[in-house]
């Protein structure tokens, strides 16, 4: 977990820099919802509402793990669960679930009650690391007290806003489900 964990970080770091003239401090919320999950609308909803919210990189990871119940998530990616299977000792789970928001690769809640995903974000404080930078082609890492046993950085693709998606089966069938910055890629770099 502390690799994962100070990867978010330095991540977070790095996003804050794109698009900033100075890097400040960034929260990062990772949604792990499925178009299968009859549970997940509510939270999908729910980080929509701190998507533009400033000093949030809030992003959708859909799963795979409902795909058997009739609806083949058109986002899932199975390193997406992965990735979430990879919390899950560390938080202090037994498993995977849907939704599950995590906050700062530290925090997690279910992220479907009004404005739980908004008090994780309150509560999670900001990460702390090496001041990263980017420019063009390169990554920078500047001064700042280096995370313990190493950190990885992460290239996180993602479309930035609100994409509808109609489910024509499944325990979703008939609705049209928003999702907030599906991520599309993530990259170890």
């Known amino acids: 977990m502390t690799g994962l964990k100070t990867s978010l970080r330095a991540g977070a770091m790095l996003a804050a820099t794109i698009g900033a003239a100075a890097a400040q401090p960034l929260t990062v919320v990772e949604l792990f919802t499925s178009q299968g ?3 997940c609308p509510p939270a999908n909803a729910n980080l929509i ?11 959708s990871f859909n799963v795979t793990y409902w795909d058997y119940l009739g609806w083949k998530d058109t986002f ?3 390193e997406f669960t992965d990735r979430q299977v990879t919390y899950e000792p560390p938080l202090g789970r037994d498993g995977p679930f849907t939704p599950q928001v995590v906050v700062n690769g530290s925090h997690d809640a279910v992220g ?6 908004q008090g994780l974000i309150a509560n999670s404080g900001h990460p702390q690391g090496p001041e990263l930078l980017l ?6 890492i500047g001064a700042g007290k280096a995370p313990g046993g190493g ?15 109609p489910v024509a089966r499944g325990e979703n069938t008939g609705r049209t489900l928003p ?7 993530l990259t170890r770099l």
Not at 135 to 140: E, F, I, M, R
Not at 151 to 157: K, P, Y
């Open 37 to 39: 999950c009859s549970s």
């Open 49 to 59: 509402k701190v998507k533009d919210q400033p000093g949030v990189l809030a992003l």
């Open 76 to 78: 899932g990616r199975k």
């Open 112 to 117: 479907a009650a009004p404005g739980e995903i």
């Open 135 to 140: 420019g063009p082609g390169k990554v920078s």
């Open 151 to 165: 950190a990885d950085i992460w290239l996180v693709r993602y479309n930035r806003g609100v994409v509808e998606v």
């Open 179 to 185: 999702h907030a910055n599906v991520v599309h890629a």
